[in-house]
């Protein structure tokens, strides 16, 4: 397990003094990487060029570090507060947060034919999860890749049907603000009322899901279904994830509209296929995107609990998306399984899942559930709000979803600053857990074991 070592941090100092170069853990790299992007992003959106109205130093980090982890909260009003720069500054933060500024590195350095540095390697290697440098680059160039085919068609589909209803420039515009959003899973918006102008249009509403889902179900997966093209040839993840995604979507449409059908404050009001469209958009949203056509503040509780339960396991790996991932999910379903069956092995789509990837999984459960519980904790202390409005207000921070039933603008500033840590953590934090686990000393003392009574 890593020491801090007060001797090894003076070395490292003089060698940064010396060549410039920090030598550091990928995991704090990556934090570091975030946190300059986001010191930037503040900076930004702080100038006068930026806004329309003033807004406040903390009002603009909120901002800036709301975009950069992809979660869609904000304190202001982002169509009247912020001026064009400003809306561009956040959909740069979106897009580069939402794809990871490694990726930019890796393709800036290699466009430039210069050589990663052992360290560049290694927080690489960090940031998509592999074991290989060439296939490190092969997965930059393809997320890039894949990322302006996805947002162009879907800017030109929505351009075209937005067009009718206003001029060129401004259909183009929220077009391309709209898209960069849904792909990166973010749920910021330019209508104050976000997407219930369409809460009844198909071309609309499909074409946001569509981006999220793509968005969220991981590149890994896009890049592995554009290679084989055929079912059967498909990586064993690769197919899990098409699945999960598939039966969390349908359980989480068919619930959201049998609980709210009669609510005439979300769908009670609207026609059969508005409702459709609507429940539709409200589950693939609660995956860490955080669009709504509905008010959300007006769901039942029991409308908010699945939605928690949506946002709280979130996207794919290597994905825009956040949540503890569709993959962490599976593996702990797999796990509860075999054991309740009585079998020696946990098994995925035929495969054998090993036990560290269980063990991964359920520390990854209990920290961010432990996380979550603090901070619901400390919110109903710092202030005073309906508790299940508390807890959707931690998990959407938690899972950068950004799906804000309202309560977020009127907590108080140490609720608030909380809630920026929750977004940090929950964009950066499942890397560093990760990273601590795989690269944790193996202790050559073996314990007798001993029976622990559980359950």
């Known amino acids: 397990m890593h020491r801090w070592n007060p001797g090894r941090t003076y070395l490292s100092y003089k060698r940064f003094r ?119 680059q092969r997965t930059a160039f393809a997320i890039f890749k894949i990322t302006a085919v996805i947002e162009v068609v879907g800017a030109i589909i929505l351009t075209l049907r937005w067009w009718p209803g206003s001029n060129f420039i401004d259909a183009l515009s929220r077009a391309l603000f709209h898209t960069v959003m849904a792909f990166n899973n973010s749920g910021f918006a330019l209508q104050t009322t976000q997407l219930s102008l369409y809460v009844s249009d198909p071309v609309t509403i499909l074409t946001t899901t569509l981006l999220i889902i793509l968005g969220g179900i991981g590149f890994s997966v896009l890049s592995d279904v554009s290679g084989m093209r055929r079912w059967s040839k498909l990586a064993p993840y690769t197919r899990l994830a098409i699945l999960v995604t598939l039966a969390l979507n349908l359980a989480g449409f068919v619930l959201l509209w049998m609980l709210e059908y009669n609510n005439y404050a979300t769908l009670g009001t609207l026609s059969l296929h508005g409702q459709a469209l609507a429940a539709w958009l409200q589950s693939v949203s609660s995956r860490t995107a955080g669009f709504s056509s509905i008010n959300i503040g007006q769901l039942s509780d029991s409308s908010k609990l699945v939605i928690i339960i949506l ?145």
């Open 18 to 136: 010396k060549t410039g170069q920090f030598n550091a853990s990928p995991p704090l790299l990556l934090a570091i990487g975030f946190l300059t992007l986001i010191a930037l992003g503040t900076v930004l959106l702080s100038l006068p060029i930026s806004t329309r109205e003033p807004v406040s130093l903390f009002q603009a980090l909120f901002t800036a570090v709301s975009a950069v982890t992809v979660t869609g909260l904000t304190l202001v009003n982002v169509s009247t507060t912020f001026t064009h720069f400003g809306q561009v500054i956040i959909a740069l933060l979106v897009q580069i947060g939402g794809l990871g500024f490694v990726t930019f590195a890796v393709i800036a350095v290699r466009t430039m034919g210069k050589k990663i540095s052992l360290q560049q390697q290694a927080l690489a290697l960090e940031a998509f999860n592999q074991t290989s440098l060439a296939k490190v």
């Open 311 to 455: 946002m709280f396991i979130g996207g794919g790996s290597l994905s825009t998306a956040s949540g503890i991932k569709i993959g962490t999910f599976a593996v702990l379903v797999a796990a509860a399984r075999s054991y309740i069956f009585q079998r020696s092995e946990v098994v995925l789509m035929r495969r054998s899942v090993s036990p560290d990837t269980v063990q991964k999984a359920l520390a990854l459960l209990l920290v961010t559930i432990g996380l979550a519980l603090i901070s619901v904790l400390l919110i109903t202390v710092f202030d005073h709000a309906p508790f299940i409005d508390i807890v959707f207000e931690v998990v959407t921070a938690l899972s950068t979803t950004g799906m804000s039933n309202g309560l977020t603008a009127h907590l108080s500033v140490p609720s608030q600053s909380l809630i920026i840590i929750l977004m940090f953590a929950g964009r950066l934090g499942p890397l560093t857990l990760i990273y601590s686990l795989a690269t944790q000393s193996r202790s050559r003392i073996r314990y007798a074991e001993t029976e622990i009574q559980v359950g």
